[in-house]
């Protein structure tokens, strides 16, 4: 039987979940005026559970390696805190501004990594980093008559949060982390923060937005198995510059569905911000290849 190098899998992993997570975008939008909040407990409840029956399945085991519990929580709260931004944002601009703004995530990973990780950060890869924030100018455009400014900045923060959240995994990964206990305490954490404000400021769902959060919910629990395989499996640096295919996907499944078309200036943004990532993959590459032939 064939067998898949480990960076195949990985770049198979992580193009499935940029696949579920711009139809999880989707969904979201069309389930209507229901708040943030709500949405993103639904969308994790859904998680929750395919996670728990994952585990059972598998028979592995609900107890986190020694000294993980303050990485489980810190991904898990900036996690929870990056969804409720990206919900807000795919509610107020185009699904594709939206999705490209999460996408600054990769960016944010090679800061956070050299702050948390402290892996170095080369030259090339800050103004990779900088260069794509000026694309992401494009996208939010700038102006007191913008009235997208404000939730296109939130979901900006939505992407800085996943970025950090996204170490935080890679951190697990490293320390040989089960993957789908990673999604369990996620999701778990997720609900038991959202329920009290659930409880308080519950609002009525028509049986249509309902269903539409539970396609949301499926495609998220797809998106978050395939995305932390990925990066249990590979560097970011090998992998990351395929999760920008969410964007193409986001596009067609916004032109088809919503009637969406991204205006020049965000065509712009986007291309600068795809041209630094397949920039910084390259980089990196080389320069990893360079250090092997170097031993």
């Known amino acids: 039987m064939l067998k ?8 198979i992993y992580i193009i499935l979940s940029a696949f579920c997570f711009a139809f999880m975008n989707l969904f979201v939008r069309l389930s209507g ?10 969308r ?23 000294g993980n519990f303050k990485y489980l929580f810190a991904r898990s709260l900036i996690g929870t805190i990056g969804i409720i931004c990206n919900f807000y944002a795919i509610d107020h601009i185009p699904l594709s501004d939206a999705s490209i703004l999460n996408k600054m995530s990769p960016f944010f990973v090679i800061i956070f990594s050299y702050f ?7 030259f090339f890869q800050g103004f990779a980093v900088v260069t794509a924030f000026i694309g992401t100018l494009f996208i939010i455009k700038p102006s007191f008559a913008n009235v997208e400014l404000v939730p296109s900045a939130i979901g900006l923060m939505g992407g800085m949060c996943a970025g950090l959240a996204y170490t935080f995994v890679r951190i697990l990964g490293k320390r040989q982390e089960n ?13 038991v923060v959202l329920l009290p404000v659930l409880l308080f ?3 009525p769902m028509e049986w249509w937005q309902l269903l539409m959060l539970l396609g949301a919910g499926l495609s998220a629990s797809g998106g978050q198995f395939a995305i932390t395989a990925a990066y249990c499996h590979a560097p970011a640096r090998e992998i990351s510059v395929y999760d920008y295919s969410q964007i193409i996907f986001a596009t067609l499944l916004g032109l088809i569905f ?9 065509v712009i943004g986007y291309a ?3 041209c630094m990532a397949v920039l910084v993959f390259l980089y990196n590459n080389e320069l990893w290849f360079f250090r092997k032939k170097q031993q």
Do not use: M
């Open 33 to 42: 005026d229901v708040p943030p909040f709500q949405k993103s407990f639904f």
């Open 44 to 66: 994790n409840l859904v998680a929750l559970v395919f996670a728990l029956i994952v585990l059972l399945k598998n028979k592995q085991s609900f107890r986190w390696k020694k």
């Open 179 to 191: 993957g789908a206990l990673i999604v369990f305490f996620f999701s778990g954490f997720s609900c």
């Open 116 to 122: 948390i990780i402290k892996e170095k950060l080369t």
């Open 272 to 274: 600068v911000i795809c």
């Open 4 to 11: 898949i190098p480990r960076k195949y899998k990985a770049i």
């Open 258 to 266: 919503l009637g969406e078309l991204p205006d020049i200036y965000s």
């Open 201 to 203: 400021d519950f609002h």
